[in-house]
């Protein structure tokens, strides 16, 4: 039990510092609609999904990472709220270029017409069952693979995590995944 929290907790730990490396890396072709998801779909090729409902939390980041091998398309990351409190954060990329917590599967729903699955970061040498609901009290994420949203573009992978004081319940991120649109770059 105490081994799978410090894995992550280690596993949070260097998602917050490859946070300091998130900076400005959407190219320098995006720049300029003032919007930063637009910005965003117009340096990439995978659609570009922006959320309608974010649990009442403000984006604290929204822009490319630069932990992508050269070659690559940057991966969207979007941080709503605080750590210190309610916190989620969206990753988009095709491919995705980190890895998520490692967590247990404990539904699935559809989600714009994709299934998503839902995975809790409890212990798995626990005699508690590990559900739904476990996402509130140890954190999670989803994770799904939506449509393409517009001609010459492609799918699009999403994670939406929350690890941090206050997490978010399933429900709330699954609200949140579908509230997910296509974004229109002008």
């Avoid at 260097?14 to 779909?41: C, K, N, R």
């Avoid at 939390?57 to 630069?66: E, F, M, S, V």
């Avoid at 270029?97 to 539904?107: H, L, N, P, T």
């Avoid at 954190?139 to 939406?160: F, K, M, N, Q, Y």
């Amino acid at each position: 039990m105490i081994a799978r929290r410090i894995a992550v907790l280690a596993a949070s730990a260097a998602l917050t510092l490859s946070m300091g490396a998130l900076a400005v890396a959407v190219p320098a072709s995006a720049m300029g609609s003032g919007d930063a998801y637009e910005d965003m779909q117009v340096g990439v090729t995978y659609t570009v999904y922006e959320p309608s409902y974010t649990a009442g939390l403000k984006a604290q980041h929204i822009g490319g990472n630069d932990l992508c091998p050269e070659g690559t398309e940057e991966n969207l990351v979007a941080i709503y709220g605080k750590k210190s409190k309610a916190q989620f954060t969206v990753w988009e990329g095709n491919p995705m270029c980190s890895d998520i917590g490692v967590g247990q599967k404990v539904a699935t729903a559809k989600v714009n017409g994709a299934t998503a699955t839902v995975y809790a970061y409890c212990d798995p040498e626990s005699d508690d069952p590990c559900t739904r609901r476990s996402v509130k009290e140890y954190g999670g994420h989803i994770d799904v693979t939506l449509p393409a949203g517009g001609s010459g573009l492609r799918e699009t992978r999403v994670w939406i995590e929350t690890f941090s004081a206050e997490n978010l319940s399933t429900k709330k991120l699954l609200r949140i995944a579908r509230s997910l649109a296509p974004v229109q770059a002008s």
